[in-house]
């Protein structure tokens, strides 16, 4: 009810401190930025809509998520095989046994990269959404729970006087 009257304009709130509502707004804002940027980020380390959506089953299941051939990796097989089947001793095959092992390294490299920033960055960030901000989102539903009861004694407060000096008036 006490809420209802202050979206209506019928009711005091009790204002915060500038400083505490600055800092909520400022963990509004750090929310925000890093939901996008982690979004962003999945995006980036792994394009294909469906992989994330398998790799998030598998996260939500607990389970170890497949190893992928990266497509690097997958290059460098092609040409391995095909400076196979070219024969290693010809030009051409020399060329795509070196190019093929250097594009398997890169591919390597690849996995190494996706792996360590999922661990040494994404993971901070998910840790901070579902720690950190669901413990603030809570402790300021608890504050504006109390904030809202403190308003509605208040307001009862001062009916109860208007009516003690309504009643004292005419006696």
């Known amino acids: 009810l006490q809420f209802t009257e202050e979206?209506?304009?019928?009711a005091e709130k009790t204002e915060l401190d500038a400083h505490f509502e600055n800092l909520l707004a400022r963990a509004d804002s750090t929310k925000?930025?890093?939901?996008?940027i982690l979004r962003q980020?999945?995006?980036?380390?792994?394009?294909?809509p469906s992989a994330r959506v398998e790799e998030f089953l598998y996260e939500k299941l607990d389970r170890k998520v497949p190893s992928r051939v990266t497509n690097g990796e997958l290059l460098a097989q092609y040409m391995t095989e095909a400076a196979n089947d070219f024969g290693p001793g010809?030009?051409?095959?020399?060329?795509?046994?070196?190019?093929?092992?250097?594009?398997?390294?890169l591919g390597a490299a690849e996995r190494d990269f996706i792996h360590s920033a999922s661990?040494?960055?994404?993971?901070?960030?998910r840790?901070?959404?579902?720690?950190?901000w669901r413990t603030i989102s809570k402790e300021r539903r608890i504050l504006q729970n109390c904030r809202l009861d403190l308003d509605a004694c208040k307001a009862r407060l001062k009916k109860a006087k208007a009516a003690e000096a309504k009643a004292a008036v005419t006696l």
């Open 119 to 125: 661990i040494n960055f994404l993971t901070p960030l």
């Open 32 to 36: 925000n930025w890093t939901e996008k």
């Open 90 to 105: 010809t030009p051409y095959g020399k060329t795509l046994i070196k190019v093929g092992e250097t594009q398997r390294r």
């Open 127 to 132: 840790n901070f959404l579902e720690g950190d």
């Open 7 to 10: 979206k209506l304009g019928q």
């Open 41 to 48: 980020t999945e995006v980036l380390l792994q394009p294909n």
